[in-house]
């Protein structure tokens, strides 16, 4: 237990932000395995929710998608997918979303529907929208759980699918969108937080290890940085043990190759994840 790869630090502090959380609602891939850390560690009575309809679902592995029968069998209810957005989601009944992006702006805005290849190239498709905008207009407010890099973390998105701040403060009211928007982004450098003033992103916190240096090279944009910037906490021995757990039972065997939650989605293939739409 003496070191942890980046993604598990990422994951980790991604879980401990649901520490005070009643309700969340939960996209697949990075997301869900955040969310189910958590449950399993700072929050025991995290209830999560899943966009097919299951409320309180406790897997005893990671998901494979929204329609995996895990979710339901240890759901405390299963409702129609209408009832699960239009009665709890749209009605703001829900605490927290947590979201994936493949691509995300300066305000948090996040693409998961289609990216620009280059020239000559077709368009990458990726999963689509799927409950993200919802999630994103509707909850009291959302996390993002996404890897650093310039391809992710860029000056203009190829295609707007969720809305997290638009292009300033503001937007959000004149929209007619219910929730704060993304509160955190927390990815495997550190966590960026909404400037209160301008609504764009600036770095709030660097892992053990990372410098701002490395942050602002990861960025599409010129990142700015807050006034002091923290360091988070490293990962304690029974947050590795158990988010090592919990990934080792979620390794499931398909077409004679290993695939877990974080690598497939609805497409089944390992180019895009679930509901989170991040292209890895």
């Given at each position: 237990?003496?070191?942890w790869?980046?993604?598990?630090?990422?994951?980790?502090?991604?879980?401990?932000?649901?520490?005070?959380?009643?309700?969340?609602?939960?996209?697949?891939?990075?997301?869900?395995?955040?969310?189910?850390?958590?449950?399993?560690?700072?929050?025991?009575?995290?209830?999560?929710?899943?966009?097919?309809?299951?409320?309180?679902?406790?897997?005893?592995?990671?998901?494979l998608?929204?329609?995996?029968?895990?979710?339901?069998?240890?759901?405390?209810?299963?409702?129609?997918?209408?009832?699960?957005?239009n009665y709890?989601?749209?009605a703001?009944?829900?605490?927290?979303?947590?979201?994936?992006?493949?691509?995300?702006?300066?305000?948090?805005?996040?693409?998961?529907?289609?990216?620009?290849?280059?020239?000559?190239?077709?368009?990458?498709?990726?999963?689509?929208?799927?409950?993200?905008?919802?999630?994103?207009?509707?909850?009291?407010?959302?996390?993002?759980?996404?890897?650093?890099?310039?391809?992710?973390?860029v000056?203009?998105?190829?295609?707007?699918?969720?809305?997290?701040?638009?292009?300033?403060?503001?937007?959000?009211?004149?929209?007619?969108?219910?929730?704060?928007?993304?509160?955190?982004?927390i990815t495997?450098?550190?966590?960026?937080?909404p400037?209160?003033?301008?609504?764009?992103?600036?770095?709030?916190?660097?892992?053990?290890?990372?410098?701002?240096?490395?942050?602002?090279?990861?960025?599409?944009?010129?990142?700015r940085?807050?006034?002091?910037?923290?360091?988070?906490?490293?990962?304690?021995?029974?947050?590795?043990?158990?988010?090592?757990?919990?990934?080792?039972?979620?390794?499931?065997?398909?077409?004679?190759?290993?695939?877990?939650?974080?690598?497939?989605?609805?497409t089944?293939?390992?180019?895009?994840?679930?509901?989170?739409?991040?292209?890895?």
């Amino acid at each position: 237990m003496s070191g942890w790869s980046s993604d598990e630090l990422m994951t980790v502090n991604a879980a401990r932000a649901l520490a005070d959380v009643r309700t969340c609602f939960v996209g697949i891939g990075l997301p869900s395995t955040a969310a189910n850390l958590a449950r399993r560690t700072v929050n025991p009575g995290l209830v999560l929710l899943y966009e097919s309809g299951t409320i309180g679902s406790k897997p005893t592995r990671l998901p494979l998608s929204i329609g995996d029968g895990e979710l339901a069998d240890t759901a405390d209810a299963v409702v129609p997918v209408p009832e699960m957005f239009n009665y709890w989601l749209q009605a703001g009944r829900i605490d927290v979303g947590f979201l994936g992006a493949a691509q995300l702006d300066r305000h948090a805005n996040i693409n998961t529907t289609v990216v620009d290849r280059g020239p000559g190239r077709p368009q990458g498709r990726l999963p689509g929208a799927g409950g993200a905008p919802e999630i994103a207009a509707s909850c009291g407010e959302v996390l993002v759980v996404v890897r650093h890099s310039p391809r992710s973390f860029v000056e203009r998105l190829d295609f707007v699918t969720s809305v997290g701040h638009g292009s300033g403060p503001g937007d959000r009211r004149r929209l007619g969108l219910r929730g704060r928007g993304p509160t955190a982004v927390i990815t495997d450098l550190g966590v960026l937080r909404p400037d209160p003033a301008t609504a764009e992103l600036v770095l709030a916190e660097l892992h053990p290890g990372v410098s701002a240096e490395q942050a602002r090279a990861a960025t599409g944009w010129r990142l700015r940085t807050a006034d002091a910037v923290g360091t988070t906490a490293a990962p304690t021995a029974a947050e590795l043990r158990t988010l090592r757990a919990l990934k080792a039972a979620g390794t499931t065997e398909t077409t004679g190759r290993t695939e877990t939650a974080e690598t497939t989605g609805r497409t089944g293939t390992a180019e895009t994840t679930g509901t989170t739409g991040e292209h890895v």
